[in-house]
């Protein structure tokens, strides 16, 4: 049920965040332009923010901005978008868009029953 | 171990008054620093064979290009760049080099500019995992990176905005009269800095340094060297560097200071409850409560207490943070790190420039560096101590 992908080692199948070209958890030297693989989208808050300043005039007319540090159980923690009403230890699910500049983005939503967070 | 790596000076601390922002080239505020160096040391700048600087804004230039730049000659030159942590890293290899006799009279320079765009410029392109996993997210550049880290520290160890204040109001007050520090007219109360406008929440103006044009510089030497031409000088005791430790920590809560803590105690030779004034990296108040905990000056999530136990001066002056620190004096750059070093070497040999902390013979100065993705990489320190007061 998820739509996450993440960047994956084909050797010991850990996931990792940001995208490298060697695993950091084996040190496999990954294959170039190697396809990022479906990763469990649930994860906990681990910290929150609401951003009110930013150095990119085109974020200003959504500021202010939260945002929360996940970590997913798929392994990695990440910086996300996030609603405004999280708390630590919040289950959330995470999920992967892409933005206006093409930049691919992760976000967090809250989890629901049927995510059995 | 080498004898004559407990035989180091530092000597000729000098800092540029910082400007908020300035059409000054780096190579121009380098050139400052090391024409400001020299002068303190009565030495013809010919002399110097070891040149160390530290910038993110001297791009096209390198280290080597400002020897020429600068018409030097070196059997020494070197280019750390591991931001805060960067002025350490110079202070440990200059150390070694100058113990082995490769070299004999290094400059530790940090300097920045600061034009209206130079910021962002550096946050935008900073690494890319933060052009990847950090900037897309509303481009708050480290401001966002540290509240997620305080957030989560006062979750886990119950600190409040007040335990922050109580150190920020502090170091404001021992900025005060400061000729270097761009807020030594700005006196700041806990009221002031609880309602302080918000910039990435939990943190507020006041827990946020402030990006200057400026630059800060010392000599290494050996302290046969120091002696003879009748300088002030720190002895080096010991040095601590360590990057990227603890990176299975979901959130960082310590550094690499907490790794190599015994390791550093036990090379200075004495202990923490013996130091007389600390200088944190304070890029934010959070990492100024984490090097004091690694540090080994109380333990994990117990630098809230330990700073309200630390004895005043009727000022409200406390010893962290000597001249302000960088929420004080602002951040020039990869300076920010030289800027405590520069600070705890003046207090052991008697040239404060502002507060001169009573009887102070040791200094624990603290470096951090290189908030690459979701945490600074970069862990250095160093304890100084009165070797020639002025």
Redesign the interface.
Known sequence: MSALTLPHCPSCGAFH???RTIC?HCHTLLPEGAPWAPADSRGTV???????????T??DA????A???V?LRAGP?????APTAFE?GDPVNVSLSQ?H?G???LSAAPATRQDDN | MSAGYYDIALCAPFSLVPERFSTKSTQRLIAEVLSGVMKKARMPMGELDGLSIASFTLAPDTAIAMVEHLGLSCRYVDQPILGGASAIAAVRRAARMVAAGDVRTVAIIGADKNDATS??KI??DFS??AR??????????P???F???T??YM?RFGAAREDFGALCVAQRNNAQGVPHAIFRDRPLDLSAYMSA???????CLYDCVMPVAGGEGCLVMHMRDAEAAGLPYARRLATLERHNAF?DD??QTRGGWAMDEAAFWAQSGTTPDTVDCIETYDDYPVMSFIQLEDLGFCSEGEAAAFVRTLTRDRDGRLPINTSGGQLSAGQAGAAGGHLGLVEGLRQVTGLAEGWAVERARTALVAGYGMAN??RGLCATAALLAEGRRA
């Open positions: 965040w940001p995208a950091p681990l910290a929150r923010t609401s951003l009110h300043v930013s150095l990119d085109a974020f959504s500021l202010p901005r945002l929360a540090t970590a923690q990440v910086i996300a978008f630590i933005d500049h930049r691919q983005v | 910021f962002s946050v935008e890319v995992f990847d996993a950090v900037w897309p997210y509303g481009a708050g550049g401001n966002a990176v509240a997620l880290i957030d989560h979750h406008r918000p910039i990435a929440e939990p943190l990176c979901p959130v993705f979701d």
